[in-house]
């Protein structure tokens, strides 16, 4: 059993680390310092060759509404007539009415051929896991989106991003009043892990 103190504060933030939803915000407002703290953990995630492929695009105020406007029209421009839906449109301008800043993580693709594009991948979700356990230690909440228009051409040509750059998550954050919900994990490590000794 591991008595490092570092190593028990790390395992309970990782282990409480929990998924807020924009509803569930309470409109209070993280001070743009905060923001910029968890970006600079991000800055530290690994990275081969130096790449550092992981670029963000901060919203909050006025920025943050106009990017919900700008979401939901994306949405509604680029989906067919048949499949969109009024409500879905509704809720991705709103989703940020609650929030106090969104970020959209964006990996953006070096020119090094000998780095493989899953390895700027995983690098870009190194850094958004340091942004999601810095926020969850200064007590905010997250909810790390993947739907809307996150990987649509529509939005990678909204960002002005190239061919091979990938939009990594649309990342609404703030406070919630809610309490924390219990953790739980489908399978034990047990079940995942083979040693050979």
Known sequence: ???NTA???LANIIKSRRTSKPAAMNGEK???EQINELLELANWAPTHGR???WYFFVYTGEGLKNFG???ADLYWANTPEDK???ETKEKLEHNV???SHLIVAVMKRGENPKIPAIEEVAATSAAIENILLGAEAMGLAVMWNTGGMAHSNALKEHLGLGEHDHVMGIFYMGYTDEPAREGKRNKEVSEKVQWFR
């Open 51 to 53: 790449t550092e492929p």
């Open 97 to 99: 009415d609650m929030a």
């Open 1 to 3: 059993m591991t008595t």
């Open 30 to 32: 993280i001070p743009d």
């Open 7 to 9: 190593f028990e504060q």
């Open 84 to 86: 969109r839906k009024e």
């Open 69 to 71: 406007k700008t979401h």
